[in-house]
């Protein structure tokens, strides 16, 4: 209950001044057509499989594998729906009925799954599946480079996948090969209750965790493995692994509660000599923080971790490690992304360690003598003279197997979620990021998979300094028709392209779509997208080291007053004309690029007179799309200029001249029931000709209920009220001939119904 309460207080503040933080509005939204019609969408869809989960990128080879359900892919980088290669790998036979035998669904769960997919050398691949709950794996050739067309299955090399890939397509399991050894994170029993940190391959023996020992692994649900270099030295090199627990530190009546962990070990350790034979003598973990600081110290935590991606710096002992993260509360939902530092997370490691103790047991601190060499640390040169872990001292064995868990929280940079979404209908699935190289400095571009089959595209962009950065939501698109949760996702920076699997299908789709922004000077800058420019003409990707005169980008500060000041265009605007009927609905359509953009109106009765901002009120009603005019009337002849205002700057993005048609000087009937004008029968079909060709359509079919009612009603429309200013500011008294006319014509049921707004 504690917890829930906790959770409940994003809703009653923010993270600075008591308000829930808002859900970010992407600047631009595209559906699944315009992508697939537009954009450059290709999807891949392999008949009677699904399940498109390991990916695997190979820039060389210009290939994309894929595991899917009985199958290997291989695919084209530039087009995936072109030129697949396959492997038809299914489970035998007799796997398959044991299967069903032992209770499993044979169409669904009884199939092989694809769950690791690694490059283990120059011409081979290492891949892992279910292999209907008997995991099984196999090396495959794929030939060293893209004029090799081999794509093949060594059947002479297939092998026990067990402590490799799960048993259960359901669970989850993550690896990284490292030279020739594979490090898993995965359930090593059929029941999926036996959860281990394994290393096999290779030539080293077999090392796992300490079985049934909730201190080193607590049900954990593993998410992503690295490898990460700690020194010059490579008997420095660690393996960290990040997952999520049932947490053994939780405090008491609260039930079970969910941490995100990071875990280490160091890649040559063997195992001890007497105690822990076989077993990581290295492992630390500790918890990873994900919260927004509340008052009074009441965080707000986000435990469910989803994802983890590495971002690779210049520095390749410090990589940036971006997580996903989401809640499992039913009072609150929202999703989180952290960003963590190396130096954070090796500053953990270094103690202090936890310690349960005191009469109620609670884990604190650890106070005493920590032996040497410090648990955690790797046998090399660079911190004393051990040769292996076997040559670790007892007391420093037995200190590590009781002291697994590390006291101190690994916080983000920032202290801070870097982005955030609460209450919105999607959950956060996946990431991959992009560093992107713009005219004023490197930009750190989010792609994020959802639950939906949407993915989110997000800069990073420093606020005030570097140090504090502001994410920017910049495009929200839907690049699975059916909505499936997104599985997976990988870039190609050097193609340019985003990858992404889903249970149904794979989708490809370009990085950067700048001509969508707009083709404006202006509506390029204010998009701030560090892989597009404006480039004099149009808004073009945008490519460093290329010298071109007119070219404008500014990310950090996206000011068009700056950048756009000698655009040739600058002033010309779009313009419209409108004719609209006395007594019936008109409706002023201005729709920006910017879903960020804010759009008001002004009125102008000529060129010459002073703009007025159009004012609403229940006769004039601003939408999504524009401004309804509920009975138009002859005051609102006129010019509407629609404005945008986004991040500061206002720009005109329509001018729409309206002329108000009187329809009782204009329209009459006709013994016939034909329309007619008040001059003769001479002009009749001449003008309604052309006045169909002038009155624009309203959208929702307004147009039509208002030309029905001209038609059906067998007698000219009422004068309208007179209205003494442009729309919402104010209108006379009715006429008293209009009453005494109204009297005499009887109730307005009889009349024919009212015009009314088709909003």
């Not at 997370?345 to 005493?368: C, M």
């Not at 040559?391 to 590390?406: G, N, S, T, Y």
């Not at 010019?639 to 204009?666: D, K, M, N």
Request: proline share 7%; aromatic share 10%.
């Amino acid at each position: 209950m504690i917890r829930m309460l906790l959770l409940l207080l994003l809703l009653l503040h923010s993270t600075a001044a008591g308000r829930p933080p808002p859900a970010a509005t992407p600047r631009l939204k595209l559906a699944f057509p315009e992508l697939r019609a537009r954009h450059g969408l290709h999807l891949f869809v392999l008949e009677r499989s699904c399940c498109y989960e390991a990916l695997l990128l190979d820039e060389e080879r210009g290939r994309l594998f894929v595991g899917a359900q009985n199958h290997l892919l291989s695919l084209a980088l530039d087009d995936i729906s072109q030129r697949e290669r396959k492997i038809y790998w299914p489970a035998p036979v007799e796997w398959r009925e044991e299967c069903n035998w032992a209770g499993k669904d044979i169409t669904a769960e009884c199939m092989n799954f694809m769950k690791i997919l690694h490059p283990y050398n120059r011409t081979h691949l290492y891949a892992c599946g279910t292999g209907a709950f008997h995991p099984v794996c196999a090396f495959v050739e794929a030939g060293q480079n893209a004029e090799e067309p081999v794509f093949k299955l060594d059947p002479q090399h297939i092998e026990d996948g067990k402590g490799k890939s799960p048993y259960d397509p359901q669970h989850a399991a993550a690896s990284v090969l490292v030279g020739e050894e594979l490090y898993s994170g995965v359930a090593t029993d059929l029941m999926g209750r036996d959860f281990t940190i394994f290393r096999s391959l290779g030539q080293r023996p077999s090392i796992r965790t300490e079985q049934h020992d909730s201190r080193w692994l607590n049900e954990p649900k593993f998410v992503a493995v690295f490898w990460v270099p700690e020194s010059e030295d490579p008997d420095d090199d660690k393996i960290y692994f990040f997952f999520r627990e049932t947490a053994v530190e939780r405090q008491q009546g609260l039930g079970k509660t969910s941490f995100a962990r990071i875990g280490q070990i160091c890649r040559n350790d063997v195992g001890g000599q007497r105690s822990l034979v076989n077993k990581w003598t290295t492992f630390l973990k500790a918890r990873l923080v994900c919260a927004v600081p509340g008052p009074d110290g009441a965080d707000t935590h986000f435990d469910e971790l989803r994802d983890v991606f590495l971002l690779q710096t210049r520095d390749k002992r410090n990589p940036l490690v971006y997580t996903v993260f989401s809640t499992s509360s039913s009072i609150f939902q929202g999703s989180a992304i952290c960003v963590y530092t190396m130096a954070d997370i090796r500053r953990a490691f270094l103690g202090p360690f936890a310690h349960k103790e005191g009469p109620n047991y609670q884990w604190v601190s650890y106070q005493g003598r920590v032996p040497y060499p410090r648990p955690g640390m790797c046998p090399s040169k660079t911190f004393g003279t051990f040769g292996s872990t076997k040559d670790f001292p007892d007391e420093v064995i037995q200190f590590a197997r009781h002291h697994p868990l590390m006291y101190n929280p690994v916080l983000p940079h920032g202290q801070r979620p870097l982005f955030l979404q609460a209450a919105m209908p999607y959950t956060f699935t996946r990431i991959a990021v992009d560093r992107v190289t713009a005219a004023d400095g490197h930009y750190d571009v989010l792609f994020i998979g959802t639950d939906v089959g949407t993915v989110l595209k997000v800069v990073s962009v420093p606020k005030e300094s570097w140090n504090h950065m502001e994410p920017l939501l910049l495009e929200e698109l839907q690049v699975f028709q059916d909505a499936s949760p997104i599985t997976s996702l990988q870039i190609s920076s050097k193609r340019q392209q985003l990858y992404a699997g889903s249970a149904t299908a794979l989708a490809q789709l370009p990085l950067h779509r700048c001509s969508a922004y707009g083709k404006a000077c202006a509506e390029c800058c204010l998009a701030r997208d560090p892989y597009c420019a404006w480039d004099g003409t149009a808004c073009t990707r945008y490519v460093p080291n290329t010298k071109r005169r007119f070219r404008r980008q500014d990310v950090r500060n996206g000011d068009p007053n700056v950048l756009c000041s000698e655009d040739p265009r600058r002033g010309s605007v779009p313009q419209k004309q409108l004719y609209g009927v006395e007594g019936s609905t008109a409706f002023l359509e201005c729709i920006p690029k910017s879903l960020q953009a804010h759009v008001f109106w002004t009125y102008q009765r000529t060129q010459d007179d002073p703009q007025r901002e159009v004012q609403m009120d229940e006769r004039v009603v601003q939408t999504e799309r524009g401004v309804l005019l509920r009975s138009v009337q002859r005051a609102d002849t006129g010019l509407y200029l629609c404005h945008a205002t986004e991040h500061g700057f206002t720009q005109l993005l329509l001018q729409l001249s309206l002329e108000v048609i009187g329809a009782r000087q204009a329209v009459g009937t006709a013994p016939d029931g034909d329309l007619q004008l008040a001059a003769g029968a001479s002009s009749r079909k001449v003008w309604y000709q052309d006045f169909l060709q002038l009155v624009e359509r309203p959208p929702l079919g307004a147009a039509d209920r208002v030309c029905q009612r001209l038609w059906t009603r067998g007698r000219p429309l009422p004068p309208p009220r007179a209205q003494a200013g442009p729309p919402g500011h104010g209108q006379d008294k009715e006429p008293h001939r209009a009453r005494r006319r109204r009297t005499h014509e009887g109730p307005r049921a009889e009349r024919g119904p009212r015009s009314a707004s088709p909003w």
